[in-house]
């Protein structure tokens, strides 16, 4: 077939609408910058606590310049991000936006997924030359945006289902941490999690371990801050170097499909685990086939596995890329060639899969 002929055989108005579709991708590309910059300056926060306010009452309010104002406005006007009244030239942010976008003790809190999607675009250049050579890009390597936005965006899912949702879900896990149970958190980044669980059951005693030195280093600040009678440590160690044990029970949030060598981590946590304790594996809603996960959650976990988690895989020994969209027969492949004898799946919202593992 000649390109002449391939190219008559072309729907001009298929192919006009995904121009523009087009168009509103590139947009939403530059959004995620924009939303990040409504943060950052407080433009959100600010619409939210005065309500419909012009360019210039917004640009006084929080100090910054009238002309990025206007156009930050505009920009969010034509996305539906804020409202605009052209009758009164002013913006304002309706309450459902105002939740997502100011809210994080929300579940529906968005600013963190923006944030750590900015850093991952960010770095771009770095995985399209790792992607050349097949190396990998350490989790580590990448700025603080994506470390911030991590926590934030997981944050509000785990204060708003980990204690009264997924730990409850577990067989006899709840009563065990009442009355006094040793808890190791691997992978716990900047410690969300495991002060979250040592608040709620001061009886227990919890380990936070991640391999990230600086996430380590800002676990045990916080946990100074918001539980210092709390039972709680953190060490800077990877998932296979763990130390300690038996634990009742073992926590992973949203992190083993970033692991250069899951099975050899799986491995370590049935040398240190009970053997009548619970694994509980949290990870990013999938289904096994990818035709399962073509949807906008898989969409943006399929993004964040090709710029983000794969590199951070590969970066390791072993490097097996599970990637973000494993899906459950995968992740009980992963347990099972470890040695655990049972698995399931005890819990889940949109995003997020919550696994029990047990020898």
Known sequence: MTVKEDTAQVDPDKLMAFVFRAVEEAGAALNCALVVMGDRLGYYRCLAEHGAS??????QRTDTEEHYAR????????GSFV??????????????QAVALTDETSPAFVGGLFQIAHGT???????????RTGAGFAWGDHGPDVHVGCERFFRPTYNAHLIGDWLPALTGVVS????????????????SSTILMAQAFPRSTFVGVDYHRASIDTARRRAAEA???????????????????????????????????????ARRVREIIADDGTWMIVEPAAGDRVEDNLHQIGRAYYGFSTLLCTPSSLAQPVGLALGTQAGPARI???VTQAGFTRFRLAAN?????????RP
């Open 54 to 59: 012009t360019a210039a009452e917004l640009a």
């Open 71 to 78: 156009e930050w406005l505009n920009a969010q006007a034509a």
């Open 83 to 96: 409202a605009y009244d052209p009758e009164t030239g002013r913006y304002h942010l309706p309450p459902e």
């Open 121 to 131: 675009v960010n770095d771009a250049d770095r995985i399209i030359d790792a992607a």
């Open 176 to 191: 065990r941490l009442e009355s006094g149970a040793a808890v190791a958190d691997i992978g716990c980044g900047h410690g």
């Open 227 to 265: 539980a210092p009678a709390a039972r709680i440590s953190f060490e800077a160690t990877d998932g296979g170097a763990v130390a300690g044990g038996p634990f009742d029970l073992v926590t992973m949030f949203d992190c083993l499909h970033d692991m250069g060598d899951p099975v050899g981590a």
């Open 332 to 334: 009980e492949d992963v």
């Open 349 to 357: 919202t949109p995003f997020n899969n919550v696994f029990e593992v």
